[in-house]
């Protein structure tokens, strides 16, 4: 998809404001005081990760039946399984 030329940017910028308008008439505007801040309110942009990446160590079977006191049990049979019905 080609990316938006300037006149459909202003078309869709234009769209929008008639869009948030009609919702605001139909459901009574924003309760808030004109979306501004008050003057003695800054404004902090913080620059680092968004979210703290930490991975936790990935262990296997054999693993965990050692770290948690348990017993790995293994079936090493090739053969096909039998469903019976008792």
């Known amino acids: ?3 938006p ?3 459909q940017k202003d078309k ?3 769209v929008a404001k008639e869009g948030f308008a009609l919702l605001d008439e139909y459901y009574g505007g924003s309760k808030k005081s004109g979306g501004r801040r008050p003057a003695n309110q800054c404004t902090y942009l913080y620059h ?3 979210i703290i990446t930490v991975k936790a160590p990935v ?3 054999s693993q ?3 770290f948690y ?3 790995e049990v293994v079936d090493h049979n090739i053969r096909t399984k039998i469903c019976r019905a008792y």
């Open 1 to 3: 998809m080609a990316p």
């Open 5 to 7: 030329t300037y006149q």
């Open 12 to 14: 869709l910028v234009e």
């Open 48 to 50: 680092g990760p968004q």
């Open 59 to 61: 262990i296997d079977s």
């Open 64 to 66: 965990a039946a050692q």
């Open 69 to 71: 006191g348990g017993v």
